[in-house]
């Protein structure tokens, strides 16, 4: 489990970018960088940097939070075979683009898929694929659409990697009961004295405990196989064309590893087909059912029975889980997450 794990530093020292540009690979001459996306656990910055003839390229530098993930070795070696092995399938879908719709990894001066800077603190660079944005929501059926299609693709891209599978580094991420049962710790230790502050919250997640069991129990029964899966199909997770809806690269793959096809779905249900109304989280049928349709059409037939008939509850479950997991990292006083203010991971939707 990993809600335990600390974060780094609120105000830890602002980092010399160019130095750290210049312990990689990189042609040129470093400009500039600042701080880039909305991740909650690595720190990201795109660098800029002048080129010989020129034209200016970026970058993506990345302070990796080690605390979530101290093996970096074993880390950066798990994405490294996920990516080449992508490009290597991508041939074999017609119309796709590598360059555009794979993260490519930048060694180090020493060949390293990442270095250590003078504080101790890991660090990897990433190519910066140009003419691309994140969204933090999907704003149309059509956006959520392309997006499942995009990660039902992912999974089929990686089904035939070859042994070994990917490196577990965080075990139990999506075991429901195990959240549950985390839960259950930080309550009875009560190490800030705010269990009694979240009395309703914890009532709500108890009263939704029967749905922790009903994965596991399916994969014991051998109706839900393990897959390689990507673990965090947020809408941010995706790379999407600039000025239009067309879905290109699945990035954030740090916690790709064996797991259930429904823990992806459920979580794009979770983060794409809920909206944040006056009255409440709303559910969205039209999300819903557009997640739906790419998601099956980029399987192309290979679920089993029992992952099309439970794609409604999975993001039930996710959910849930996912609730379960902020209420928990407040009771321990915010040691995972990466919070803003006092009672941040008790907002209805942050973070995702």
């Known amino acids: ?39 909650h656990i690595h720190e990201t910055f795109a660098a800029r940097s002048r080129q010989p003839d020129g034209s200016v390229r970026r970058h993506i530098l990345q302070r990796l939070n080690t605390m979530v993930f101290p093996d970096v070795p074993r880390l950066m070696a798990n994405i490294l075979r ?30 390293a898929p990442f270095l250590t ?19 933090l929501a999907v704003a149309t059926p059509a956006q959520a659409r392309e997006a499942a299609h995009a990660y039902g693709r992912f999974l089929r891209y990686l089904e035939t990697l070859p042994a070994p ?12 009961p195990g959240r549950f049962a985390e839960l259950d710790r930080a309550l009875t230790l009560d190490p800030c004295n705010r269990a009694v502050t979240v009395k309703p919250e914890t009532k709500l997640a108890l009263a939704h405990a029967n749905l922790a069991e009903i994965l596991p129990r399916l994969q014991a029964a051998g109706a ?9 199909t947020k809408p941010d997770n995706i790379l999407f064309a600039a000025g239009g809806n067309r879905a290109t690269a699945v990035i954030d793959l740090d916690t790709v590893m064996p797991g259930l096809s429904l823990h992806d779905f459920g979580d794009m249900v979770r983060t794409m087909a809920c909206a944040d109304t ?4 709303g559910f969205l049928p039209d999300f819903f059912a557009a997640l739906t349709e790419g998601w099956l059409g980029a399987a192309a037939g290979r679920f089993t029975a029992a992952e099309v008939e439970h794609l409604p509850v999975a993001g039930q479950i996710i959910t849930c889980e996912l609730g379960v997991r902020f209420l928990t990292d407040y009771l321990l006083g915010d040691v995972y997450f990466r919070t803003q203010r006092p009672g941040h991971n008790l907002d209805l939707n942050y973070p995702q």
């Open 82 to 111: 996920i990516t080449e092995h992508i490009r290597s399938q991508q041939p074999l879908f017609p119309g796709r683009n590598p360059a555009l719709e794979t993260l490519t990894v930048v060694p180090a001066r020493d060949g």
């Open 278 to 281: 006056s009255a409440g989280m």
């Open 117 to 135: 800077d003078a504080a101790g603190r890991a660090w990897r660079s990433y190519e910066f694929i140009e003419k691309t944005v994140t969204r």
């Open 165 to 176: 599978l990917p490196q577990v580094l965080l075990p139990g991420f999506h075991h429901t």
């Open 1 to 39: 489990m990993v809600t335990t794990a600390a974060q780094p530093p609120a105000h830890a020292a602002a980092p010399d970018l160019n130095r750290v540009w210049h312990g990689f690979r990189l042609d040129g001459k470093f400009l500039d960088g600042a701080p880039y996306g909305n991740g």
């Open 224 to 232: 839900l196989p393990e897959r390689i899966v990507h673990n965090d």
